[in-house]
């Protein structure tokens, strides 16, 4: 039998993601692409995504789009919910998942997650930046730092400074009043990740903790930001290497899942013939 291979496309507010799946299993290839909808990023991440195989677009079996910018990637066959593909990749990841927080570029949420990795509930916040990945570039340009830096700057602080605000601009004024103080960039990170932990996790508490609890996003690749959640939620998190393409991982399964009841329907109307 042929390798059936499909492919799922995250298309999120900040950045495309990209998954190529084999015979709805295996990881072949992943593609992350820093600007989302609306941007480049879809064609770049097509592009990224089949570089070092030996796969075109026209090799897969079905092409599903999720996220932001889901209805606007012409090239899907199908579109899904970014919350019912994130269930289905973080549950391909971690059989045992029962809650999934999700810190995205431009929103947050968390996720209840029941039997065979279906959506039980969900809560979101999309009103504000606080609480999400885009409060994070902020700080870092306001810190002079790189993104990637955090993690390693929160490891070295020997204390969390107090950001009390829960809005974005207003946090920002606090970064700015501590920086006038002498406040060490590392203190004012981990100040930072507390300040999102709250907020995400107040959003967990809502839906209701259960362990296995697995964090999403490209945020969830940020440690010290993963330690903060531990701290406010009181759980251990679980995240994978393919945290930030969980979304994209979902809808390659899905797609999967598409491509073989399609099959099953061909094969029962051809023996009915």
């Known amino acids: 039998m042929d390798d059936l291979y499909t492919l799922g496309v995250d298309v999120g507010s900040t950045a495309t993601k990209a998954v190529i799946l084999k015979n709805g299993k295996d990881i072949v290839s992943t593609a992350v692409i820093g600007v989302g909808a609306g941007t480049s990023g879809p064609k770049r991440v097509m592009e990224e995504v089949f570089k070092d195989t030996d796969l075109t677009s026209d090799d897969m079996g079905f092409i599903m789009a999720t996220g932001y910018g889901r209805k606007t990637f ?44 279906i959506l039980d509930n969900f809560v ?39 950001i009390s605000s829960t809005c974005t601009v207003f946090a920002e004024s606090e970064v700015i009043s501590q920086l006038s103080k002498g406040t060490n960039k590392p203190n004012i990170v981990k100040g930072i990740h507390h300040a999102i932990a709250s907020r995400v996790g107040a959003l967990a508490k809502r839906v209701g903790i259960k362990d296995d609890v697995v964090f999403t996003g490209g945020v969830a690749l940020n440690d010290g930001m993963k330690r903060a959640l531990e701290e406010n939620i009181g759980h251990e998190i679980k995240t994978s290497e393919y945290s930030q393409v969980v979304g994209a991982l979902g809808a390659a399964l899905l797609a999967y899942q598409k491509l073989e009841n399609t099959k099953k329907r061909e094969m029962a109307m051809n023996a009915n013939k």
């Open 74 to 117: 012409e090239l899907a066959d199908y579109q899904m919910s970014e919350l019912t593909c994130h269930a289905k990749g973080a549950y391909f990841l971690f059989p045992s998942v029962k809650t999934i927080i999700d810190i995205g570029g431009q929103d947050s949420k968390a996720l209840s997650i029941g039997d065979n990795g």
């Open 124 to 162: 979101m916040n999309d009103k504000c930046a606080a609480g999400t990945g885009k409060f994070l570039d902020v700080i870092a340009d306001r810190l002079e730092v790189d993104l990637e830096d955090l993690e390693k700057l929160d490891a070295q602080a020997d204390q969390a400074v107090e």
